[in-house]
Antibody, heavy 120, light 108 residues
């Protein structure tokens, strides 16, 4: 049973870079042709897709965040990571890592989510 | 960009009621629509894919229908454990995914 777990600082200062890691357990990040994604949810709000990475390293980002987002993968550690630069209070949210199926159509596994607050 | 509009934004119903949520796309998305359930403090969970297919292990009281721009999600007999927020999500515009704003379901 594949499981995902987010980790990283819960508090980030404005203008700094938010960095989160998602550790994949119960399966290899390199197998199965899945897309490894980040999604966020502002407090009390809906879901916003941030982007995804394929195990080969190819990425796609939400155009609204593209200039500030980098998603990378470390297959040796079975992890993928999110970096969001120049954060503001508007980036305060619960951040989820998730797996998209090989067809690229359904998000079939989610991490539990981690709350990140941007504040000085 | 494809916009997804859910209605209602919140809903109160009694145990045993039939509950219906609608999702409208801003353009034709064929059947490229999923439904997710998010319980308080938890991550979303996939319930319905391709507009009408039940994900493995999901109770049969959940169902979905529709194509094109108009979609419906139904709980045939509401149970207390169904209290959650429900989201539709389109994948017609890959690799960009868009969610509806959510429908919060409460017990009356």
């Amino acid at each position: 049973q594949v499981q995902l777990q987010e980790s990283g600082p819960g508090l980030v200062k404005p203008s700094q870079t938010l960095s989160l890691t998602c550790t994949v357990s119960g399966g290899s990040i390199s197998s199965g042709g899945y897309y490894w994604s980040w999604i966020r949810q502002h407090p009390g709000k809906g879901l916003e897709w941030i982007g995804y990475i394929y195990y080969s390293g190819s990425t796609y980002y939400n155009p609204s965040l593209k200039s500030r987002v980098t998603i990378s993968v470390d297959t040796s550690k079975n992890q993928f990571s999110l970096k969001l630069s120049s954060v503001t209070a508007a980036d305060t949210a619960v951040y989820y890592c998730a797996r998209v199926n090989p067809r690229g159509e359904q998000i079939d596994i989610w991490g539990q989510g981690t709350m990140v607050t941007v504040s000085s | 960009d494809i916009q997804m509009t859910q209605s209602p934004s919140s809903l109160s119903a009694s145990v045993g009621d039939r509950v219906t949520i609608t999702c409208q796309a801003s353009q034709d998305i064929s059947n490229y629509l999923n439904w997710y359930q998010q319980k308080p403090g938890k991550a979303p969970k996939l319930l319905i894919y391709d507009a009408s297919n039940l994900e493995t292990g999901v109770p049969s009281r959940f169902s979905g229908s529709g194509s094109g721009t108009d979609f419906t999600f139904t709980i045939s007999s509401l149970q207390p454990e169904d209290i959650a927020t429900y989201y539709c999500q389109q994948y017609d515009n890959l690799p960009m995914y868009t969610f509806g704003q959510g429908t919060k379901l409460e017990i009356k």
